[in-house]
């Protein structure tokens, strides 16, 4: 249909309203928190650009361009970025970390957070830190659970094997008052 020029903008609709009623049953949410976007750089550049001016930023220097990159980029406005091996991801929570973000599974190598997915959800809440995780490389092999975190980004061409140009993302309600918000908005707008 593509092709011919057939196609119409409405009827993706109840393709896009399948998808993410599927994608939601995979990771233990509602199809009414899923967001569809076309990679997770631009689901991560959002989250970024709702942080507040001098947010602090935790991230590991193992990971993926599209989880550090659009965070580096609110440099400009004071949001500052503290990396750190991935060994030491989940013991640097601390006060004065506004955001952690991470991939549930490093791409490079297939490494996974230290103390699990659990412990990093558990420091972040100890500490009133928000989390931001890439599932990209979890989702569809690894069980995941996105009521565990604030905000989940999920690119579609790995393990679910769609076509590239596809994302997910869930915002968990109450995250953040200033982030969720604008994100929120992305939600109901689809």
Same mark, same amino acid.
């Given at each position: 249909?593509?092709?011919?020029?057939?196609?119409?903008?409405?009827?993706?609709?109840?393709?896009?309203?399948?998808?993410?009623?599927?994608?939601?049953? &995979?990771?233990? +949410?509602?199809? !009414?928190?899923?967001?569809?976007?076309?990679?997770?750089? +631009?689901? +991560?550049?959002?989250?970024?650009?709702? =942080?507040?001016?001098?947010?602090?930023?935790?991230?590991?220097?193992?990971?993926?361009?599209?989880?550090?990159?659009?965070? &580096?980029?609110?440099?400009?406005?004071? #949001? *500052?970025?503290?990396?750190?091996?991935?060994?030491?991801?989940?013991?640097?929570?601390?006060?004065?970390? !506004?955001? #952690?973000?991470?991939?549930?599974?490093? &791409?490079?190598?297939? *490494?996974?957070?230290?103390?699990?997915?659990?412990? =990093?959800?558990?420091?972040?809440?100890?500490?009133?830190?928000?989390?931001?995780?890439?599932?990209?490389?979890?989702?569809?092999? =690894? $069980?995941?659970?996105?009521?565990?975190?604030?905000?989940?980004?999920?690119?579609?061409?790995?393990? =679910?094997?769609? $076509?590239?140009?596809?994302?997910?993302?869930?915002? *968990?309600?109450?995250?953040?008052?200033?982030?969720?918000?604008?994100?929120?908005?992305?939600?109901?707008? *689809?």
């Amino acid at each position: 249909m593509w092709r011919t020029g057939r196609a119409e903008a409405a009827g993706y609709d109840a393709l896009i309203d399948r998808a993410r009623q599927r994608f939601a049953g &995979l990771v233990g +949410t509602t199809a !009414d928190r899923v967001f569809v976007g076309n990679q997770v750089s +631009t689901i +991560t550049a959002l989250v970024a650009s709702a =942080l507040p001016g001098g947010a602090c930023v935790l991230a590991a220097e193992e990971d993926f361009t599209s989880v550090l990159f659009p965070f &580096l980029a609110h440099s400009d406005r004071g #949001v *500052r970025v503290r990396i750190v091996p991935l060994a030491d991801l989940v013991s640097a929570i601390e006060p004065g970390v !506004d955001l #952690v973000a991470v991939s549930a599974v490093q &791409l490079a190598d297939g *490494r996974l957070v230290p103390g699990g997915l659990d412990g =990093l959800a558990s420091a972040a809440a100890r500490h009133g830190c928000l989390t931001y995780v890439d599932a990209t490389q979890a989702v569809g092999w =690894l $069980p995941f659970d996105t009521g565990r975190f604030d905000f989940v980004a999920c690119a579609a061409y790995k393990w =679910l094997l769609s $076509p590239r140009g596809t994302a997910f993302g869930v915002v *968990r309600p109450g995250a953040t008052r200033h982030a969720a918000a604008a994100l929120r908005g992305m939600v109901r707008g *689809r």
